[in-house]
């Protein structure tokens, strides 16, 4: 059964910076890529990073220099360091595992983690 937990969300001043994280279980995690996605209220989901099984990685231009993803495949995690952060980055931040880039996730989403950015 596939699992994804996503954590390390928070409250944070603009500047600031967060590192989440996100646990997966329940398939071979070193052959599927691995996205973040966001939604923030009354807009639709959107794709802020993925890295690929070969590590290859996209960002979302509005993130580009500011968020880095990586993932580490002893843990099944994939983390996101997200720096200099913005008010526009205020959303629940949600992660998925995906055969390749654009293809359907392997799970369910679930509850993500909120991040507020905030003075």
């Known amino acids: 059964q596939v699992q994804i937990v996503e954590s390390g969300g928070g409250l944070v001043q603009p500047g600031g910076s967060l590192r989440l994280s996100c646990a997966a279980s329940?398939?071979?995690?070193?052959?599927?890529?691995m996205g973040w996605y966001r939604q923030a209220p009354g807009a639709q989901r959107e794709m802020v990073a993925f890295?690929?099984?070969?590590?290859?990685?996209v960002y979302a231009d509005s993130v580009r220099g500011r968020f880095t993803i990586s993932r580490d495949n002893v843990q099944n995690t994939v983390y996101l360091q997200m720096n200099s952060l913005k008010p526009d980055d205020t959303a629940v931040y949600l992660c998925?595992?995906?055969?390749?880039?654009?293809?359907?996730?392997?799970?369910?989403w679930g509850q993500g983690t909120q991040v507020t950015v905030s003075s």
């Open positions: 998925n595992a995906f055969k390749w880039m654009g293809s359907p996730p392997l799970g369910s």
């Open positions: 329940g398939f071979i995690f070193n052959t599927y890529g």
């Open positions: 890295i690929s099984r070969s590590n290859s990685e």
